[in-house]
């Protein structure tokens, strides 16, 4: 499958803990994005990390990727009751239909307060 | 627009009747995609529309299904006979030349 895996699949933490999820993948790509989805509706674009890219910081946010191991991280520091959400790896494949993100099926985040 | 839109939020239709689904994307995106995601599942594509280019229409998952854009700016998503396993939240993003996208709220289709 060309699709991202995202780990673990739930992730139950307490308000102030940090939370990390993870997504593993098998083919090239471009880029990796990862999204927020609150009440499986729309989703929210946290960071995109492109494939020359090893770590990026948003705010409480931090994505790495490791284009040997395929594989990327994203860790939400200082976590906050809001925080709880499912989120999303997001792959640009290389090649046709590069246009297209390929999506995990997401880690489902809840923060306890 | 300030960000995509889409209509209705929620629709609820029989077994057998066709929907309409719409896409405002954000004005001077070029690029549209509609995606669905069936319950607990991350995002399938359906189809996508660059310009005046003819779209993608790879990932529809049958002929009942088409998409059209209009003037290179709304779209609509049309499900002919829908069945049950069409039940999904149909979401649409726009972007300016294939990069970042930015997704709409959603349309929560259920058919019975």
């Known amino acids: 499958s060309q699709q991202g895996e995202e780990d673990p699949q739930a992730l139950s933490i307490q308000e102030g803990e940090n939370a990390t999820m993870n997504c593993s993948y098998k083919?090239?790509?471009?880029?990796l994005q990862w999204y927020r989805q609150n009440s499986g509706r729309g989703l929210v674009h946290l960071i995109l990390?492109?494939?020359?890219?090893r770590e990026k910081h948003s705010g409480r946010l931090r994505v790495t990727l490791d284009t040997s191991k395929k594989s990327s991280s994203l860790l939400i520091t200082a976590s906050r009751a809001a925080d709880t959400a499912s989120y999303f790896c997001a792959l640009r494949i290389v090649g046709a239909g590069s246009y297209q993100l390929t999506f995990g099926k997401g880690t489902k985040l809840s923060v306890i307060p | 627009g300030a960000g995509v839109s889409q209509s209705p939020s929620n629709k609820v239709t029989e077994k057998g009747k066709d929907v309409e689904l719409r896409c405002d994307p954000i004005s001077g995106h070029t690029a549209l995609y509609w995606y669905r995601q069936s319950l607990g599942q991350g995002l399938e594509f359906l189809i996508y529309?660059?310009?005046?280019?003819?779209?993608?229409k790879s990932g529809l998952p049958s002929d009942r299904f088409s998409a059209e854009r209009t003037g290179g700016s709304v779209s609509t998503l049309t499900i002919q006979r829908t069945q049950q396993e069409d039940s999904a939240v149909y979401l649409c993003?726009?972007?300016?030349?294939?990069?970042?996208?930015?997704f709409g709220p959603g349309t929560r289709l259920t058919v019975l």
């Open positions: 083919t090239s790509i471009n880029n």
């Open positions: 529309f660059q310009g005046n280019s003819a779209p993608d």
């Open positions: 990390i492109r494939s020359n890219e």
């Open positions: 993003a726009s972007s300016l030349l294939s990069d970042l996208e930015v």
